[in-house]
């Protein structure tokens, strides 16, 4: 079935580090691919998805690249603040319409001030 | 502007007791429909989806199941709680696409006793 690798359970840094959280998926197909973000006590909001190979998705400062060679989905942001301390989830989708999403385990994001 | 409602917001229930959990999206017709499930700490597991009133397909078995018993309202439900049921309980909605984003609910925290 499809699955969805976060290596890191999770990261701790400080204000303008540089932040990676590795993304890798197994699927059939050409799943879409997407970064949610989940602060405390609510539901996750979609950061953004893409859909091709080489596709980069991007929103607020944070973004990511389809590789279909490596599987992968990285997480970047080149100058993590302290609001940006959150869950962070990977997910796929690899059904037309994408109703169904397989999300990854999170990665717990602190970012110290 | 469309809202999703869930209720109620906390439950505490006895093993073996039933449940019922329940969503209603305001502002969008014909919507996708969906329950996750979110333990203490973990990920999100889809649980259910619904492409129509009428119509739910079953991603995971967890002796829950669902309904929709009308286009803006979907319900989960169970005659006898488990230990294992306790968690995070989360809504969302989307529109029928390939690129379609869920939006998820503010969800119900359920503790099972």
């Known amino acids: 079935g499809d699955s969805v690798t976060q290596t890191e359970g999770q990261v701790a840094l400080s204000e303008e580090d540089f932040l990676t959280i590795h993304c890798n998926y197994s699927?059939?197909?050409?799943?879409?691919l997407f970064w949610y973000v989940q602060y405390p006590g609510e539901g996750p909001q979609l950061l953004f998805r893409?859909?091709?190979?080489?596709e980069k998705g991007s929103s607020r400062g944070f973004e990511a690249t389809y590789d279909k060679g490596t599987t992968s989905f990285h997480l970047r942001k080149a100058s993590v603040q302290e609001s940006d301390s959150a869950v962070y989830y990977c997910?796929?989708?690899?059904?037309?319409?994408?109703?169904?999403?397989?999300f990854g385990a999170g990665t717990k994001l602190t970012i110290k001030p | 502007a469309q809202t999703i409602h869930q209720w109620p917001v906390a439950e505490i229930k006895a093993v073996g007791s039933p449940l019922s959990l329940g969503c209603t999206i305001k502002?969008?017709?014909?919507?996708?429909l969906y329950w996750y499930w979110q333990a203490t700490g973990g990920t999100l597991q889809q649980l259910f989806y619904s492409i129509t009133v009428g119509q739910v397909e079953s991603v995971v078995q967890l002796n829950l199941s669902a309904s929709r018993p009308k286009d803006d309202q979907f319900i989960l439900s169970t005659e006898k709680l488990l230990l294992s049921h306790s968690g995070f309980y989360l809504c969302a909605w989307s529109l029928r696409g390939d690129y379609a984003e869920q939006f998820f609910g503010p969800g119900t925290r359920l503790t099972v006793l």
């Open positions: 893409a859909s091709r190979d080489k």
């Open positions: 699927a059939s197909g050409y799943p879409t």
């Open positions: 502002g969008k017709s014909s919507p996708n």
């Open positions: 997910a796929l989708s690899a059904n037309y319409g994408n109703e169904k999403i397989t």
